[in-house]
């Protein structure tokens, strides 16, 4: 085994004249074999039997998915953790900050900054509860022999499995996966998911850094975000490209569901189909989360610009409000058809929706000046939303929401 061992060092073995071998075989591992073995065969002969014995190709590649992943996931998890860090950061610095609520991409409502990152923060902590999960017991050791069987290695199969599983760290399935495919379904699931939640933050930036809108900007670099032919431009480059990558990682995750109807005992196309689809997967699940770390933990706000166009509807986006407390008087049908119509003259005559109020003889009636102003407050009518944050940023320290 120790002439075995030494010899296994990627430095000595050519990966393209490997590659090119395995085009035969169909995969590279019988390439690979051979070169390890005519290496140790010139030590030791005798060492040289035991080169990759009782297993197959897609033991090899399997286990080697394996490892890639858990490697992979790590990097991964780093730059999630520093992306629920800075969503934290956001949440809290920003609960009470002010901004307009859009929904079907019109103004809806006021809500704050806070909440809206401190929606990102509980699907980034989901994702990571996902990928933590998938990281500590979703992975195995691969070691199944020709067909799933381990004949070769008579009764010492259980045995080679079990010190096979410790000696990689991986945990130890408890039948060969050749064509169960469920832990690389996991594995697409929960890249899919992070994508997913990465791809929703970095859609939110895009469009808050709209010249039009302007209520945020990625932190700024030399040259980042520049055009070559608009020197004004300050395009949100790593939301944007986070963004292309979580797309790729959607369907390339698709293409591994595709990949579990798979035949008895060893597959003919769709173990093959995963294997690129998988290494892509996770180098752009990877590569989309350090951009939106990137971007979140720099992201300049700008609470004026969010109060700015908080006032762009003419206080209609507190209509609503209006409309609540004056049905206590009007009762709800007579306040809403009161609210709507002087909603529609100051849409007509562009004014603020203040002006038609006061001059409603019905609303003087019921509402004064004073109670007008306070239900056109945006402030005052937030509702739970500071409560969301702390409920969110209590999850984020581990903490019961109340």
């Not at 897609?58 to 992943?69: H, K, R």
């Amino acid at each position: 085994a120790e002439s075995i061992v030494r010899l296994c060092d990627a430095d000595l073995f050519d990966p393209g004249e490997i590659g090119q071998a395995g085009r035969a075989a169909g995969n590279p591992v019988p390439a690979l074999v051979r070169a390890l073995t005519g290496k140790v065969s010139a030590t030791s002969k005798d060492a040289a039997r035991h080169v990759h014995r009782g297993a197959t190709s897609q033991d090899i590649t399997d286990t080697a998915a394996m490892l890639v992943s858990r490697r992979t996931l790590d990097l991964i998890l780093v730059e999630v953790d520093g992306i629920a860090g800075a969503c934290a950061r956001l949440a809290e610095e920003h609960r009470d900050t002010l901004m307009a609520g859009r929904t079907l991409l019109q103004q809806a409502l006021p809500t704050t900054f806070g909440l809206k990152a401190a929606g990102w923060l509980v699907s980034v902590l989901e994702a990571r509860r996902r990928l933590r999960g998938l990281r500590g017991s979703g992975l195995a050791a691969q070691l199944g022999g020709a067909a799933g069987t381990l004949a070769s290695l008579g009764d010492s199969g259980l045995l080679v499995l079990r010190e096979f599983a410790l000696e990689l760290g991986l945990p130890e399935p408890p039948v060969p996966w050749h064509t169960d495919r469920t832990r690389i379904s996991a594995i697409a699931d929960a890249l899919s998911l992070l994508a997913g939640v990465l791809a929703k933050i970095s859609q939110d930036i895009i469009l808050l850094a709209q010249t039009e809108v302007g209520e945020v900007a990625e932190p700024a670099g030399a040259g980042r975000g520049g055009s070559s032919t608009l020197p004004h431009k300050r395009n949100p480059i790593l939301s944007v490209t986070a963004a292309a990558n979580a797309r790729r990682v959607q369907d390339l995750a698709r293409t591994l569901k595709a990949a579990m109807a798979q035949e008895h005992e060893r597959a003919a196309g769709a173990w093959h189909s995963e294997w690129e689809a998988l290494s892509d997967a996770l180098a752009l699940a990877g590569g989309a989360a350090a951009n939106v770390r990137e971007a979140t933990a720099g992201l300049e706000v700008f609470p004026e610009k969010m109060l700015e166009n908080l006032g762009a509807t003419k206080g209609m986006l507190l209509a609503e409000n209006v409309t609540t407390v004056a049905s206590e008087k009007l009762g709800r049908l007579k306040a809403h058809d009161l609210v709507e119509a002087a909603c529609r003259r100051a849409l007509k005559h562009g004014k603020h929706l203040r002006e038609e109020l006061l001059q409603d003889a019905e609303i003087r009636e019921v509402l004064s000046e004073g109670e007008i102003d306070a239900a056109l407050d945006p402030a005052g009518y937030l509702g739970s939303a500071g409560s969301f944050v702390d409920r969110a940023l209590k999850l984020y320290r581990g903490e019961e929401p109340s």
